[in-house]
């Protein structure tokens, strides 16, 4: 119930990348076959936590002049930045937005 409710909340990438991984554990159709598959997804899940967490603590901001994204090449909006969490020194993403906080 929790994951398909942080699904819910966030609706973004990696909520995206979260609801196929929980859509294969729940293809499965006998417990044997579930039982086999629920230990790489809550490693899924957990490697997927860790990825945005540092994806909100981003580089430091001396390593580099600015994000690709944020170049002049081709600059994303700040909606498809905020979709597939991108780190950005102009708004840092939200580290309370990995978790579900309506509950």
Known sequence: MVAVNV??????FFALLHSCALL???SRRRRK?????WPKYCWFTAGLMV???LLCIGIPPALCTDYPWRSSY????????KWFFLPDFAMRPDPLFIF????
Do not use: A, H, K, W
């Open 24 to 26: 294969l554990v729940l």
């Open 51 to 53: 990825l945005q967490y």
């Open 33 to 37: 076959s579930i039982g086999e598959v």
């Open 7 to 12: 699904i819910g909340q966030r609706m973004d």
């Open 100 to 103: 579900c906080t309506y509950m």
């Open 74 to 81: 081709g600059p994303l909006s700040s909606n498809v930045i």
